[in-house]
């Protein structure tokens, strides 16, 4: 028997019939031969054959598969029973559809950043180096070069170690000068992550000499967006930092880690990196460090050598690292450090689209339970008639998996829908949100959900279907309504209900309240219409502090005339912008000795030109602000917020005392006390500032130009540029933003959470309530006799509403009992999400179940008002 | 697959009716009909063919490969069903027709018929 044949009968017993024919007919004319008359000879010809419908289906049966017969007869009944009842199926396939459309999209994203393996080879020995002082503050340090050194040469446990770090340079030769983010590498750094070049070849040893020609490889993305992956890129000299650079090769597709780098270079080809101080200073930790552990080698293992090393070290150099530090190795496996913010916020959104899924699940089974017995005699009449118990479980269970699946088409579709917008989200978490996209794994998972609900939501009817008993068929239609065992699984089937919805609800709550916390912080500055951009500085150009006075007097001078620029300023940072950390210093203060191994008081410092603070709007405490007189010229200094202040002079009056920042050689004068802002980002706590005026010192990173406007500060972003290139033509103008997209930008990742995740509590609430009222009205409906019953002997409307509603929110209670155990036990994944709450709060688990009661009674009055509304005559007739 | 059990008798008729049939399509591609009428007419209408096992015995023999079947026209030129022998069939056939003859021989030596 072939399957195609099964597929085909109904074609190939019409040949049959054909052929079957042919055959009498010329058996017919033989004996017309034979000399028979033609009644006799057509009368012989079908004795002869015996019976044709025996034949046919003999054949047919050879033909057939029972199993697949019956689950063809199945899936038609299944089809036509659910067009006939056109609404349960629409409410069944669309309640799964967003259920399994959600679970489908989040987990595409998780398939993308945490499932897939990463580009690199053996991604699982690649780690990530870190140092943290411990006892100073839990930030990262990076590495010194020559720390580098020191754990290449000394370690046992890598095959290699790379290094990295990123700049920004013009680069000159491509249509205008670009701003380029370039990696910077040491030779090993691609054969460390195991990535092959698409095109040309990788940095490698020769080019990572001081002699040799400098030499570019450039990221995938870079090349196709500027270049439209032009293969004759190779060999492409481009000029940066007045040195001629050829292009060598092409990078594949890579996360955007550590960086979003457009190229790559050798280390000797960074002016920073190559310059003597930097190489020598021990202590001039900013290099990131990867390596690749040599196989079988554990990470235990790994941190012992790294300890070993760390302690040498720290006996050689012991200035360079003070024991008051407490200057510690880290490693983290590099799958882990691409993915550690995303994680748990994406494992908690699918746990929580999940808990949804299950409770569209427990409705859907509810309502085709209910189904289920209005169905009862159905049933029981197919038993009757033969049919076992197996049949009918397996029918309804065909059923259920027939809408699941239809539910699972279109919620992939809504799933691709939604993709789009969930990668933007992920990509705030993770720099593998660029991979994200639907694929064999995702059709998959959508299949494989949609296949659990249908037997999820099919297996409780089916299972109370197939114990049905034939004596329903001498029964009344009373007990269509539902069998006490019914009432009881659906009392379950709410208690549960009411137990997932409440544990979403609270961690709903929870995160709204960190996000109301998080948009209630004042910044300590205003962030309305202020207009930020960076100005990358060509080092070889403005190379000293009076260059640098001039170029920026000039700006200044010029972007104050604009109409609309109400004040200006230039900075070393943008508040908020997301890089994170300032430039940490340790400072002297005068009058406080200076321990030896004690490190010194580390404070933030930050540059600014005198109208900074009142661009910002941040109130000056005592004191006065920088001038155009703080001068090369006049005495050095400075301005400290009030968390210093507090710190280092309490209960004293900061002004006129003075600092070191270069252990006691020169001081700088405090001269004023500003109030502190949460300029790192508002979720960040205050730190030490001390604020330098520009014109006292020179420049070393990228400066940004702040502008106060009258009104929608975008308008003037043209004006600015503008400005600044008739200044100096290559000066590159970046990241123009105001101060409120700085702040929205990081609020984004939280407030998104908090609407999914809220998104997924409501519709929990939602299907949750339609499952008590729904529930507590068949059971109405089941009772109208007894409850006619009751109104006839005297209970009054007031007894019967109590009633009833104590049958409604009975298991309501229990759900919420339960899930307040639940939300206890799992609310703690939470807690790296949220900011100013206690994840295990009172306050969030009382109000949410206080909601969930007052919502579900207002669902229960609805059959409540039902039941004190029967007329007893009636109900008593209507047997 | 449920299918009703036969009685050893039909059975083994069975079996022989597929060798039969075989043995018919030799000669070359013919149709139910004439398949037969040819095992009649060679057995001097000793063996009747039944038709009611004759059709499903083709189905079966074309489900395992050893005959194939095409549409072509009848003596009266009418459309009718050809069956062809496969070279898988004909393997069949001698290893059958070789295995009846050694049943016939155990079977005429122990009731004791000679040997022609």
């Not at chain 1, 360079?320 to 799958?335: E, N």
């Not at chain 2, 209408?45 to 072509?72: C, M, T």
Request: glycine content about 8%.
């Amino acid at each position: 028997m072939s399957v195609r044949r099964f597929f085909f009968r109904k074609r190939s017993d019409e040949d049959l019939r054909r052929e079957i024919e042919e055959h009498i007919e010329l058996e017919r004319y033989l004996n017309l031969e034979r000399g028979l008359n033609e009644k006799e000879a057509s009368r012989h010809a079908l004795i002869k054959f015996g019976s044709r419908q025996r034949v046919r289906e003999d054949i047919w049966r050879m033909n057939s598969v029972t199993f697949f017969e019956k689950l063809l007869r199945d899936l038609s009944y299944a089809v036509r029973t659910l067009v006939r009842s056109p609404g349960f199926t629409i409410l069944a396939v669309i309640t799964l559809a967003l259920g399994i459309g959600a679970n489908t999209a989040i987990f595409t994203v998780i398939n993308g950043v945490l499932l897939r393996p990463l580009p690199y080879s053996n991604p699982s020995e690649i780690v990530h180096l870190e140092q943290t002082a411990t006892r100073v503050g839990p930030d990262r340090i990076g590495f010194s070069v020559q720390e580098v050194q020191d754990y290449r040469q000394q370690s046992r446990s890598f095959s290699d170690l790379a290094e990295y770090h990123t700049m920004t340079f013009t680069l000159l030769g491509a249509k205008v000068p670009e701003r380029v983010v370039t990696g910077v590498v040491s030779a090993n750094y691609f054969n460390v992550l195991g990535v092959k070049p698409v095109l040309g070849r990788l940095i490698n040893q020769s080019d990572e000499t001081m002699s040799a020609p400098p030499v570019l490889m450039l990221s995938y993305a870079y090349w196709v967006k500027e270049f439209g992956a032009d293969p004759k890129i190779l060999g492409r000299p481009f000029t940066m930092n007045d040195r001629v650079h050829i292009v060598v090769g092409v990078l594949p597709p890579l996360p955007e880690f550590p960086d979003a780098n457009d190229v790559y270079m050798p280390t000797t080809s960074c002016p920073f990196r190559s310059s003597q101080g930097m190489i020598a200073n021990r202590d001039a930790r900013v290099l990131t460090v990867l390596g690749r552990l040599k196989p079988g080698v554990t990470l235990t293992e790994v941190q012992a050598d790294l300890n070993t090393i760390g302690n040498r070290l720290a006996l050689s150099y012991p200035k360079s690292y003070p024991p008051a530090a407490g200057l510690a190795m880290k490693i983290t496996p590099l799958q882990q450090e691409l993915t550690h913010t995303a994680r748990s916020t994406l494992l908690m959104l699918l746990g929580a689209a999940g808990l949804v899924l299950l409770l569209a699940c427990a409705n859907l089974a509810n309502l085709a339970l209910s189904r289920q017995l209005r169905r009862s005699r159905e049933t029981a009449i197919r038993l009757a008639a033969g049919a076992t118990t197996w049949d009918i479980f397996r029918q309804l269970m065909v059923e259920s998996i027939t809408v699941a699946l239809a539910g699972g088409v279109l919620g992939l579709g809504i799933a691709m829908a939604t993709v789009r917008v969930l990668v933007a989200y992920a990509a705030r978490m993770t720099p593998l949100a660029t991979d994200i996209h639907l694929d064999g794994h995702v059709l998959l998972f959508g299949f494989a959900i949609a296949l659990i609900t249908g037997v999820l939501f099919g297996s409780i009817p089916g299972f109370i279907a197939s114990r049905s008993r034939l004596s329903l068929l001498a029964g009344s239609g009373e007990r269509t309504a539902g069998s006490e065992g019914g009432t009881r699984t659906r009392a379950i089937l709410v208690a549960t209900q009411v137990a997932f919805s409440f544990v979403l609800l609270v961690g709903a709550g929870l995160m709204m309240r960190s996000l109301y916390n998080l948009l209630s912080v004042d910044p300590g500055f205003k962030t309305a219409e202020v207009l930020s951009m960076n100005l990358p500085l060509n080092w070889t150009r403005y190379s000293d502090l009076k260059t640098q006075n001039t170029f920026f007097q000039q700006i200044l001078g010029r972007a104050q005339q604009i109409p609309g620029a109400q004040s200006i300023a230039l900075s070393s940072m943008v508040p908020l912008n997301g890089t994170g950390e300032g430039m940490n210093e340790g400072i002297a203060i005068e009058g406080r000795a200076v321990v030896p191994g004690e490190p010194l008081p580390q404070v933030d410092r930050q540059l600014s030109t005198p109208d900074y603070f009142r661009v910002l709007g941040i109130p000056m405490l005592s004191g006065r602000t920088f001038t155009e007189a703080d001068t090369t010229d006049s005495v050095k200094v400075t301005i400290v917020n009030a968390q210093m202040a507090q710190h280092y002079w309490p209960h004293l009056d900061p002004i006129g005392r003075r600092i070191s920042t270069d252990e006691g050689k020169t001081w700088t004068t405090v001269v004023g006390v500003v109030s502190s802002v949460h300029q790192y980002g508002i979720s960040q706590d205050f730190k030490d500032v001390a604020y330098f005026p520009q014109a006292q010192v020179t420049f070393m990173g990228d400066p940004s130009l702040l502008i106060r406007t009258r009104n929608e500060p975008t308008q003037l972003a043209n004006q600015v540029s503008t400005i600044i290139h008739q200044i100096d033509p290559q000066q590159p103008v970046t990241d123009i933003r105001t101060l409120d997209q700085l702040r929205n930008a990081q609020l984004g990742t939280p407030r998104v959470t908090s609407i999914l995740l809220g998104t997924f509590a409501g519709v929990a609430l939602f299907i949750t309530i339609v499952g008590v009222t729904g529930t507590l009205g068949l059971s109405v409906t089941r009772r109208t006799k007894e409850i006619g019953i009751r109104i006839a002997l005297g209970a009054t409307r007031r007894e019967i509403l109590l009633n009833v509603l104590r049958h409604g929110m009975a298991p309501v209670a229990t759900g919420i009992v339960g899930g307040a155990i639940a939300a206890a036990l799992s609310t703690s994944v939470l807690s790296s999400m949220l900011f100013g709450v206690n994840p295990h709060d009172g306050v969030t688990p009382v109000a949410i179940a206080i909601l969930l009661i007052i919502v579900a009674l207002i669902g229960c009055l609805i059959p409540g008002r039902r039941a004190v509304r029967i007329d007893p005559m009636k109900a008593l007739r209507s047997e | 697959m449920a299918r009703s059990k036969k009685t050893s008798d039909s059975e083994m008729l069975q079996g022989t009716l597929d060798m039969l049939v075989l043995k018919t399509l030799v000669m070359g591609p013919a149709h139910g009909h004439t398949i037969a009428h040819i095992i009649e007419q060679a057995s001097e209408e000793f063996l009747q063919v039944e038709q009611g096992s004759l059709y499903p015995a083709l189905h079966r023999l074309e489900d395992r490969g050893w005959l194939s079947s095409f549409w072509g026209a009848s003596e009266n030129n009418r459309k009718a069903k050809f069956y062809k022998l496969t070279a898988a069939g004909r393997r069949q056939l001698t290893q059958e027709t070789s295995r009846w003859r050694q049943i016939v021989r155990a079977i005429g030596l122990v009731i004791g018929e000679d040997e022609a």
